[in-house]
């Protein structure tokens, strides 16, 4: 995934290699990848974006039109049925790392007493859940890789409600186009419904098998073995089914929407 540099004014070069990369990275197709890296120029850039690249500001915006082109692509590859790896008990990674956009020493903690999820949206049952509630559906349990963008990779497991479910007990309408969430500290992100409805999204409840530690996003976090890192929010408080773009924390500052892994 693409950590946007500072781009020089019309440094065509750069502008070029990071249009390809942003296009390039998550077609997996070699026939197709090749034709992007092969004709792609400083005028398939404007041409593709529709914007001609007279400044930073116009360069800005047709890369952010070309990766919002990629999420499309990127729709249209996703295989629905396709499943991401999973992994036996022992290459479980220990410690498995922390992350978040501030340090361990801040970690969020969520008062279980207190807490309720609400459902909004295009959603039938508005109503809100505790977390007993959701301890009482069938459990799903699952070994994947999580992949970060800053670089690390791990192996954990995680159990909880498959996603799937939860939409459909809520009367979710999974025609919309997204589904979003917003979280106990101020990170917020949405994703696809066709990867909300994958059969290894899970509603996280629990990691190695103990009630989800604080650090890893209690009460609850959605994990996605198909999307990076940052798709996969952590203390979950407020689940949305839409058809407005709800961006991301990241994706609002140039990570890739789609973020496949
Ligand atoms: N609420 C919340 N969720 C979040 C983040 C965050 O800062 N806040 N960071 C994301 C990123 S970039 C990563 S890599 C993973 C890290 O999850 P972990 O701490 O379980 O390894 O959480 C994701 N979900
Ligand atoms: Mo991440």
Redesign the pocket.
């Known amino acids: 995934m693409f950590n946007r540099p500072n781009i020089p004014v019309l440094d065509g070069e750069a502008i070029v290699k990071e249009a390809r990369a942003i296009l390039g990275r998550r077609i997996e197709q070699p026939s197709r990848r090749r034709f992007f890296q092969r004709t792609l120029t400083l005028g398939g850039v404007a041409l593709l974006s529709g914007c001609s690249l007279s400044d930073n500001d116009s360069v800005e915006t047709a890369l952010a039109r070309i990766s919002r082109f990629n999420d499309t692509v990127q729709g249209w590859l996703f295989d629905p049925a396709k499943l991401a790896p999973t992994y036996p008990e022992a290459m479980i990674t220990r410690p498995?790392?922390?992350?978040?956009?501030?340090g361990e020493d801040e970690v969020?903690h969520v008062d279980e007493a207190a807490y309720r999820l609400e459902v909004t949206g295009l959603v039938a049952d508005k109503r809100v859940w505790r977390l007993d509630q959701l301890r009482a559906m069938a459990q799903a349990d699952q070994i994947t890789r999580?992949i970060?963008?800053?670089g690390w990779s791990?192996i954990?497991r995680w159990g909880g409600v498959k996603f799937s479910d939860f939409l459909h007990r809520v009367g979710a309408d999974t025609h919309a186009r997204y589904v979003s969430f917003k979280?106990?500290?101020d990170?917020y992100?949405s994703i696809d419904m066709a990867t909300a409805l994958h059969p290894q999204t899970l509603l996280a409840l629990t990691?190695d098998g103990q009630t989800l530690p604080p650090?890893?996003?209690f009460p609850m976090?959605l994990r996605v073995p198909t999307k990076?890192?940052?798709?996969?929010?952590?203390?979950?408080q407020v689940i949305s089914v839409t058809n407005t773009f709800p961006g991301g924390?990241?994706e609002d500052q140039g990570y890739n929407w789609f973020g496949g892994s």
């Open positions: 498995f790392p922390f992350n978040a956009y501030y969020r999580h970060c963008v800053e791990a954990g979280c106990a500290d990170y992100t990691y650090k890893y996003g976090k990076l890192g940052y798709k996969n929010p952590k203390h979950i924390y990241w």
